[in-house]
């Protein structure tokens, strides 16, 4: 799409992401304006949004941790803070992608991978060692009466089965590593479950500091 365009969010763009952010979740409280307006305080480069002309049609949210103390367990709720970003830490090697969501009238249309492709730009400019996630895994309901959330995932790995979330990450590159249950609670598609995924940064160089804030610029 030619008048697709990326860039960071500002705030004034906080109520058209909000609407979209109903639109996409309909059984999903959405962000409030301050939630959002804390996301951009604490990390502005890590916002980005989608316009096709002026029209705000999606959006990725992330944030800076330590991985290693998270590896382990969590939910969105606790790694995110509820979504305040407030264990935003710039002293981290990996971006956490929190969320992204493309307007349901353009999915396929590459909107989410030039998300993507904004979030790897800004693993890149960082020198950060990876991109993880916790993705959504809508499709699973339809199974979750047959199979485990983990074999579900398996599958569509192996391509027996298509998700609208995961089958997207795995074609932008990123790695299945195991499922989280209890993720998102809320996310009654997924059954609460989340897919852990990773994208290594290909450039991370160890021998240079990894966060360089005041020379990462928008896209
Ligand atoms: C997941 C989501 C962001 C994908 O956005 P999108 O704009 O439709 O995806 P794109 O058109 O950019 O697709 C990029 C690639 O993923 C592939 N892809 C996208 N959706 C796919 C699907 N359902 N099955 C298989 N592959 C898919 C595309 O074919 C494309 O691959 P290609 O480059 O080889 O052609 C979008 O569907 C969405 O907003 N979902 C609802 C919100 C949500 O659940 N977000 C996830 C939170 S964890």
Request: charged share 25%; glycine share 6%.
């Amino acid at each position: 799409m030619t008048d697709l365009t990326v860039r960071n969010t500002r705030e004034t763009d906080i109520p058209a992401l909000i609407d979209l952010q109903r639109r996409v979740y309909p059984t999903i409280a959405p962000w409030t304006e301050s939630r959002v307006r804390q996301q951009l305080d604490v990390f502005p480069q890590g916002q980005f949004l989608a316009l096709y002309g002026e029209r705000v049609v999606g959006c990725a949210s992330s944030m800076v941790i330590r991985w290693d103390e998270w590896s382990t367990e969590h939910t969105w709720k606790e790694i995110t803070t509820s979504g305040t970003f407030d264990n935003h830490d710039p002293d981290g090697r990996t971006l956490y992608g929190a969320e992204v969501f493309v307007d349901p009238k353009l999915r396929g249309r590459r909107v989410g991978h030039r998300l993507y492709e904004a979030r790897r730009g800004l693993c890149r400019r960082a020198n950060l060692r990876r991109i993880i996630a916790c993705g959504r895994l809508p499709g699973y309901h339809h199974y979750a009466q047959q199979i485990s959330a983990e074999t579900y995932a398996k599958k569509v790995v192996w391509g027996d089965i298509n998700d609208p979330v995961l089958s997207f990450q795995l074609s932008e590159g990123f790695r299945y590593c195991g499922v989280i249950e209890g993720y998102l609670p809320e996310d009654a598609e997924s059954c609460s479950a989340a897919s852990l995924i990773v994208w290594i940064n290909p450039h991370f160089d160890s021998s240079r500091p990894t966060w360089a804030i005041a020379k990462v610029q928008d896209p």
